[in-house]
Protein backbone atom coordinates (compact mmCIF):
# COMPACT_ATOMS: atom_id res chain seq x y z
CA UNK A 1 0.00 0.00 0.00
CA UNK A 2 1.07 3.40 -0.74
CA UNK A 3 1.35 6.21 1.03
CA UNK A 4 -1.72 8.31 0.00
CA UNK A 5 -3.83 4.74 0.08
CA UNK A 6 -2.55 4.87 3.51
CA UNK A 7 -3.63 8.65 4.55
CA UNK A 8 -6.66 7.86 2.62
CA UNK A 9 -7.74 5.66 4.67
CA UNK A 10 -6.66 7.43 7.96
CA UNK A 11 -9.13 9.73 6.65
CA UNK A 12 -12.07 7.74 6.22
CA UNK A 13 -11.61 5.76 10.03
CA UNK A 14 -10.70 9.37 11.28
CA UNK A 15 -14.05 10.45 9.67
CA UNK A 16 -15.78 7.64 11.36
CA UNK A 17 -14.48 7.53 14.49
CA UNK A 18 -16.08 11.76 14.92
CA UNK A 19 -19.35 9.75 14.02
CA UNK A 20 -18.84 7.40 16.85
CA UNK A 21 -18.32 10.06 19.17
CA UNK A 22 -21.52 11.65 18.82
CA UNK A 23 -23.37 8.50 19.29
CA UNK A 24 -24.94 9.03 23.18
CA UNK A 25 -24.82 5.14 23.03
CA UNK A 26 -20.80 5.56 23.12
CA UNK A 27 -20.76 8.37 25.04
CA UNK A 28 -22.76 6.41 27.77
CA UNK A 29 -20.07 4.16 28.11
CA UNK A 30 -16.86 5.82 29.51
CA UNK A 31 -14.42 3.42 28.81
CA UNK A 32 -14.85 3.72 24.74
CA UNK A 33 -15.47 7.02 24.90
CA UNK A 34 -12.14 7.55 26.00
CA UNK A 35 -10.77 5.06 23.75
CA UNK A 36 -12.08 6.63 20.87
CA UNK A 37 -11.48 10.17 21.96
CA UNK A 38 -7.52 9.21 22.23
CA UNK A 39 -7.73 7.86 18.46
CA UNK A 40 -9.68 10.56 17.37
CA UNK A 41 -6.67 13.11 18.60
CA UNK A 42 -4.46 10.87 17.41
CA UNK A 43 -5.77 10.60 13.92
CA UNK A 44 -6.68 14.22 14.01
CA UNK A 45 -2.90 16.16 13.26
CA UNK A 46 -2.23 13.10 10.17
CA UNK A 47 -5.44 14.03 8.77
CA UNK A 48 -5.30 18.01 8.52
CA UNK A 49 -1.58 17.62 7.21
CA UNK A 50 -3.24 15.01 4.60
CA UNK A 51 -5.62 17.50 3.53
CA UNK A 52 -3.45 20.66 3.39
CA UNK A 53 -1.23 17.60 1.16
CA UNK A 54 -4.28 17.42 -1.16
CA UNK A 55 -4.74 20.96 -1.66
CA UNK A 56 -1.64 21.53 -2.45
CA UNK A 57 -1.42 19.01 -4.83
CA UNK A 58 -4.61 20.34 -6.17
CA UNK A 59 -3.06 24.00 -6.83
CA UNK A 60 -0.05 22.42 -8.67
CA UNK A 61 -2.54 20.19 -11.00
CA UNK A 62 -4.37 23.73 -11.40
CA UNK A 63 -1.35 25.79 -11.83
CA UNK A 64 0.14 23.47 -14.70
CA UNK A 65 -3.20 23.77 -16.36
CA UNK A 66 -3.19 27.50 -16.59
CA UNK A 67 0.49 27.20 -18.04
CA UNK A 68 -0.57 24.77 -20.79
CA UNK A 69 -3.72 26.81 -21.57
CA UNK A 70 -3.29 30.22 -20.49
CA UNK A 71 -2.29 32.50 -23.14
CA UNK A 72 -1.35 35.82 -20.98
CA UNK A 73 2.59 35.58 -20.43
CA UNK A 74 2.53 37.50 -17.28
CA UNK A 75 0.21 35.06 -15.82
CA UNK A 76 1.86 32.10 -16.97
CA UNK A 77 4.81 33.23 -15.03
CA UNK A 78 3.78 33.82 -12.38
CA UNK A 79 1.65 30.10 -12.41
CA UNK A 80 5.50 28.96 -12.92
CA UNK A 81 7.12 30.54 -10.06
CA UNK A 82 4.16 29.13 -7.62
CA UNK A 83 4.34 25.95 -9.33
CA UNK A 84 8.31 25.88 -8.76
CA UNK A 85 7.85 26.83 -4.56
CA UNK A 86 4.79 23.90 -4.53
CA UNK A 87 7.07 21.27 -6.19
CA UNK A 88 9.63 22.13 -3.84
CA UNK A 89 6.87 21.34 -0.67
CA UNK A 90 5.87 18.03 -1.57
CA UNK A 91 8.71 15.89 -0.90
CA UNK A 92 8.74 18.00 2.47
CA UNK A 93 5.20 17.35 3.40
CA UNK A 94 5.79 13.68 2.43
CA UNK A 95 8.41 13.30 4.59
CA UNK A 96 6.67 14.84 7.51
CA UNK A 97 3.51 12.85 7.06
CA UNK A 98 5.39 10.02 7.25
CA UNK A 99 6.83 10.48 10.20
CA UNK A 100 3.12 11.32 11.00
CA UNK A 101 2.90 7.74 10.41
CA UNK A 102 4.66 6.37 12.61
CA UNK A 103 2.76 4.88 15.90
CA UNK A 104 2.99 6.94 19.03
CA UNK A 105 2.22 5.25 22.13
CA UNK A 106 -1.24 5.12 23.28
CA UNK A 107 0.12 6.25 26.70
CA UNK A 108 2.08 9.30 25.33
CA UNK A 109 -0.21 11.98 25.81
CA UNK A 110 -1.23 11.14 29.46
CA UNK A 111 0.51 12.70 32.33
CA UNK A 112 2.99 10.91 34.65
CA UNK A 113 4.63 9.82 37.87
CA UNK A 114 8.04 9.97 38.35
CA UNK A 115 9.89 8.39 40.54
CA UNK A 116 13.81 8.67 41.67
CA UNK A 117 15.79 6.60 44.03
CA UNK A 118 19.57 6.55 45.04
CA UNK A 119 21.77 4.06 43.92
CA UNK A 120 25.38 2.89 44.06
CA UNK A 121 27.81 5.46 45.89
CA UNK A 122 26.07 6.50 49.51
CA UNK A 123 25.40 9.50 50.42
CA UNK A 124 26.49 11.30 46.85
CA UNK A 125 23.95 9.30 45.23
CA UNK A 126 21.23 10.89 47.42
CA UNK A 127 23.06 14.41 46.52
CA UNK A 128 22.54 13.63 42.67
CA UNK A 129 19.07 12.20 43.08
CA UNK A 130 18.50 15.32 44.78
CA UNK A 131 19.86 17.52 41.74
CA UNK A 132 18.16 15.55 39.26
CA UNK A 133 14.67 16.48 40.82
CA UNK A 134 15.24 19.87 40.85
CA UNK A 135 16.09 19.31 37.00
CA UNK A 136 12.91 17.95 36.42
CA UNK A 137 11.30 19.89 38.23
CA UNK A 138 12.97 23.17 36.56
CA UNK A 139 12.41 21.33 33.34
CA UNK A 140 8.58 21.26 34.08
CA UNK A 141 8.05 24.87 35.40
CA UNK A 142 9.71 25.96 31.87
CA UNK A 143 6.84 23.55 30.17
CA UNK A 144 4.24 24.97 31.81
CA UNK A 145 3.34 21.59 33.59
CA UNK A 146 1.56 20.78 37.04
CA UNK A 147 4.32 19.39 39.69
CA UNK A 148 2.99 18.13 42.81
CA UNK A 149 5.18 16.32 45.26
CA UNK A 150 3.82 12.29 46.38
CA UNK A 151 6.24 11.17 48.49
CA UNK A 152 10.84 11.21 50.11
CA UNK A 153 12.87 10.23 52.32
CA UNK A 154 16.00 12.70 52.70
CA UNK A 155 19.51 11.36 52.29
CA UNK A 156 21.58 11.85 55.24
CA UNK A 157 23.95 13.97 53.97
CA UNK A 158 20.99 15.96 51.54
CA UNK A 159 19.39 15.13 48.67
CA UNK A 160 16.86 12.09 48.80
CA UNK A 161 17.36 8.13 49.17
CA UNK A 162 13.64 8.34 47.52
CA UNK A 163 11.30 10.78 45.59
CA UNK A 164 8.18 10.50 43.63
CA UNK A 165 6.15 13.16 42.54
CA UNK A 166 3.26 13.96 39.87
CA UNK A 167 3.70 16.32 36.27
CA UNK A 168 0.64 16.79 34.88
CA UNK A 169 0.28 18.61 31.57
CA UNK A 170 -0.38 17.69 28.00
CA UNK A 171 1.94 14.50 26.47
CA UNK A 172 3.99 14.47 29.58
CA UNK A 173 4.83 10.79 29.15
CA UNK A 174 5.45 10.97 25.86
CA UNK A 175 8.15 13.50 26.64
CA UNK A 176 9.88 12.24 30.08
CA UNK A 177 9.58 8.38 29.00
CA UNK A 178 12.89 8.79 27.35
CA UNK A 179 14.33 9.25 31.00
CA UNK A 180 13.36 6.33 32.65
CA UNK A 181 16.91 4.06 33.79
CA UNK A 182 20.35 4.40 35.65
CA UNK A 183 21.59 8.21 35.55
CA UNK A 184 25.41 8.01 36.20
CA UNK A 185 27.06 11.19 37.63
CA UNK A 186 31.51 11.28 37.67
CA UNK A 187 32.31 14.59 39.98
CA UNK A 188 34.04 15.24 43.27
CA UNK A 189 31.66 14.53 46.16
CA UNK A 190 30.97 17.07 48.24
CA UNK A 191 31.15 14.75 50.79
CA UNK A 192 35.27 13.83 49.72
CA UNK A 193 37.90 15.49 51.20
CA UNK A 194 40.61 14.29 48.85
CA UNK A 195 39.48 15.70 46.05
CA UNK A 196 39.53 12.93 44.07
CA UNK A 197 36.69 12.47 41.34
CA UNK A 198 34.03 9.35 42.62
CA UNK A 199 30.92 7.61 40.04
CA UNK A 200 27.58 7.43 41.73
CA UNK A 201 24.21 6.24 40.26
CA UNK A 202 20.33 6.96 40.47
CA UNK A 203 17.56 5.39 38.89
CA UNK A 204 14.42 7.39 37.10
CA UNK A 205 11.42 5.90 36.85
CA UNK A 206 8.68 7.09 34.31
CA UNK A 207 5.07 6.09 35.01
CA UNK A 208 2.63 7.01 32.61
CA UNK A 209 -0.63 8.20 35.15
CA UNK A 210 -3.59 5.94 35.55
CA UNK A 211 -7.06 6.61 36.19
CA UNK A 212 -10.27 4.76 36.92
CA UNK A 213 -10.93 4.22 33.13
CA UNK A 214 -7.33 2.75 33.00
CA UNK A 215 -7.58 0.25 36.08
CA UNK A 216 -10.89 -1.32 38.09
CA UNK A 217 -8.97 -1.34 41.53
CA UNK A 218 -11.48 -3.22 44.38
CA UNK A 219 -10.92 -1.32 47.81
CA UNK A 220 -11.30 -4.60 49.71
CA UNK A 221 -8.16 -5.56 48.42
CA UNK A 222 -6.34 -2.29 49.97
CA UNK A 223 -5.61 -2.07 53.11
CA UNK A 224 -5.02 1.49 54.29
CA UNK A 225 -2.37 2.91 57.17
CA UNK A 226 -1.97 6.34 58.60
CA UNK A 227 0.98 7.65 60.31
CA UNK A 228 2.51 11.04 61.04
CA UNK A 229 4.37 12.89 58.14
CA UNK A 230 7.71 14.65 58.16
CA UNK A 231 8.27 18.16 56.31
CA UNK A 232 10.72 18.92 53.54
CA UNK A 233 14.15 19.56 55.51
CA UNK A 234 12.62 18.63 58.89
CA UNK A 235 11.01 21.82 59.15
CA UNK A 236 7.97 20.41 60.18
CA UNK A 237 6.62 17.48 61.71
CA UNK A 238 2.78 16.96 61.63
CA UNK A 239 1.00 16.87 64.80
CA UNK A 240 -1.88 14.53 62.89
CA UNK A 241 -1.49 11.43 60.90
CA UNK A 242 -1.89 12.68 57.47
CA UNK A 243 0.41 10.63 56.13
CA UNK A 244 -1.39 7.85 53.96
CA UNK A 245 0.31 4.22 53.05
CA UNK A 246 -1.96 1.80 50.94
CA UNK A 247 -0.64 -1.70 50.60
CA UNK A 248 -2.30 -4.04 47.58
CA UNK A 249 -2.61 -7.17 49.41
CA UNK A 250 -2.92 -8.88 45.95
CA UNK A 251 0.40 -7.60 44.90
CA UNK A 252 2.12 -6.06 47.63
CA UNK A 253 2.55 -3.24 46.14
CA UNK A 254 2.96 -0.41 48.73
CA UNK A 255 2.26 3.49 48.45
CA UNK A 256 2.90 6.03 50.44
CA UNK A 257 2.35 9.93 50.04
CA UNK A 258 3.00 12.72 52.65
CA UNK A 259 3.39 16.18 51.02
CA UNK A 260 -0.07 17.38 51.42
CA UNK A 261 -1.48 18.87 54.25
CA UNK A 262 -4.49 16.94 54.86
CA UNK A 263 -5.20 12.87 55.38
CA UNK A 264 -7.76 12.98 52.47
CA UNK A 265 -5.31 14.76 50.06
CA UNK A 266 -2.72 12.63 50.67
CA UNK A 267 -5.16 9.28 50.58
CA UNK A 268 -6.32 10.20 47.24
CA UNK A 269 -2.67 10.92 46.14
CA UNK A 270 -1.73 7.37 46.73
CA UNK A 271 -4.93 5.90 45.24
CA UNK A 272 -3.62 7.24 41.98
CA UNK A 273 -0.09 6.21 42.15
CA UNK A 274 -1.22 3.07 43.53
CA UNK A 275 -3.62 2.89 40.02
CA UNK A 276 -0.95 3.64 38.50
CA UNK A 277 1.86 0.92 39.54
CA UNK A 278 -0.82 -1.46 39.07
CA UNK A 279 -1.52 -0.20 35.39
CA UNK A 280 2.36 -0.06 34.70
CA UNK A 281 2.57 -3.91 35.73
CA UNK A 282 0.34 -4.10 32.63
CA UNK A 283 2.06 -1.66 30.62
CA UNK A 284 5.51 -3.14 30.80
CA UNK A 285 4.79 -6.69 29.93
CA UNK A 286 3.08 -4.74 26.63
CA UNK A 287 6.61 -3.22 25.99
CA UNK A 288 8.35 -6.36 27.05
CA UNK A 289 6.46 -7.66 23.50
CA UNK A 290 7.20 -4.83 21.77
CA UNK A 291 10.95 -4.82 22.50
CA UNK A 292 11.15 -8.50 21.60
CA UNK A 293 9.86 -7.54 18.07
CA UNK A 294 11.95 -4.84 17.74
CA UNK A 295 15.47 -4.48 19.39
CA UNK A 296 14.87 -0.60 19.63
CA UNK A 297 18.48 1.53 21.17
CA UNK A 298 15.89 3.98 22.65
CA UNK A 299 14.63 2.23 25.36
CA UNK A 300 11.87 3.45 27.82
CA UNK A 301 11.22 0.07 29.80
CA UNK A 302 14.24 -1.35 30.90
CA UNK A 303 15.42 0.76 34.78
CA UNK A 304 18.47 -1.09 34.96
CA UNK A 305 20.21 0.21 31.73
CA UNK A 306 22.78 2.70 32.05
CA UNK A 307 21.48 5.48 29.68
CA UNK A 308 23.31 9.07 30.11
CA UNK A 309 26.72 10.42 32.21
CA UNK A 310 26.83 13.76 33.81
CA UNK A 311 30.52 13.80 33.62
CA UNK A 312 31.25 17.17 36.37
CA UNK A 313 35.08 17.74 35.70
CA UNK A 314 34.44 17.96 31.51
CA UNK A 315 30.99 19.55 31.86
CA UNK A 316 29.93 16.89 29.79
CA UNK A 317 26.71 15.35 29.07
CA UNK A 318 26.62 11.75 27.26
CA UNK A 319 23.46 10.03 26.39
CA UNK A 320 24.36 6.36 25.48
CA UNK A 321 21.52 5.23 23.94
CA UNK A 322 22.60 7.53 20.97
CA UNK A 323 25.95 8.55 21.31
CA UNK A 324 24.94 12.04 22.13
CA UNK A 325 27.05 14.56 23.74
CA UNK A 326 26.70 17.75 24.95
CA UNK A 327 28.63 20.39 27.37
CA UNK A 328 26.85 22.32 28.50
CA UNK A 329 26.19 20.79 32.25
CA UNK A 330 25.53 23.67 34.40
CA UNK A 331 21.97 24.65 32.14
CA UNK A 332 21.47 21.36 31.55
CA UNK A 333 20.88 20.35 34.99
CA UNK A 334 18.80 23.89 35.15
CA UNK A 335 16.19 21.77 33.02
CA UNK A 336 17.44 22.80 29.52
CA UNK A 337 17.21 19.27 28.77
CA UNK A 338 14.90 19.41 25.28
CA UNK A 339 18.17 18.69 22.97
CA UNK A 340 18.69 15.38 24.69
CA UNK A 341 14.84 14.85 24.64
CA UNK A 342 13.89 15.65 21.03
CA UNK A 343 16.89 13.60 19.88
CA UNK A 344 15.89 10.51 21.42
CA UNK A 345 12.71 11.01 19.85
CA UNK A 346 13.79 11.52 16.04
CA UNK A 347 15.52 8.08 16.85
CA UNK A 348 13.39 6.08 18.04
CA UNK A 349 10.96 7.50 15.07
CA UNK A 350 13.47 6.59 12.60
CA UNK A 351 13.58 2.97 13.93
CA UNK A 352 9.96 2.66 13.70
CA UNK A 353 10.42 3.93 10.28
CA UNK A 354 13.20 1.74 9.00
CA UNK A 355 11.24 -1.19 10.97
CA UNK A 356 8.39 -0.57 8.41
CA UNK A 357 5.61 0.67 11.47
CA UNK A 358 3.19 2.62 10.40
CA UNK A 359 -0.54 3.61 12.23
CA UNK A 360 -3.36 1.11 11.66
CA UNK A 361 -6.79 1.57 10.51
Known sequence: MNLLQKLEEISLRYDEVGKELMNPEVASDIKRFASLNR?????????????????????????????????DP????????????????VEEREEAMKLMLVPSDPEDNKSAIVEIRAGTGGDEASIFAGDLYRMYQRYAEKRGWRFELVNF??????????????LEGQGVYGTMKYESGVHRVQRVPQTESQGRVHTSAATVAV?????????????????KDTYRASGAGGQHVNKTES?????????????????????????????TVLRTRLFEMEYQKRMAEVSAKRKTMVSTGDRSAKIRTYNYPQGRITDHRIGFTIY????????????VLEALKVAENAEKLKAGEVIGV
Open 207 to 223: LPEADEVDVQLNMADVK
Open 39 to 71: EYTQLKEIVEAYREYQNLLSNIKTNKEIIAEES
Open 153 to 166: NEGTSGGFKEISFS
Open 328 to 339: NLPSFMDGDIDG
Open 243 to 271: AVRLTHIPTGIVVECQDGRSQHKNYDKAL
Open 74 to 89: EFVEMAKTELDEMEDQ
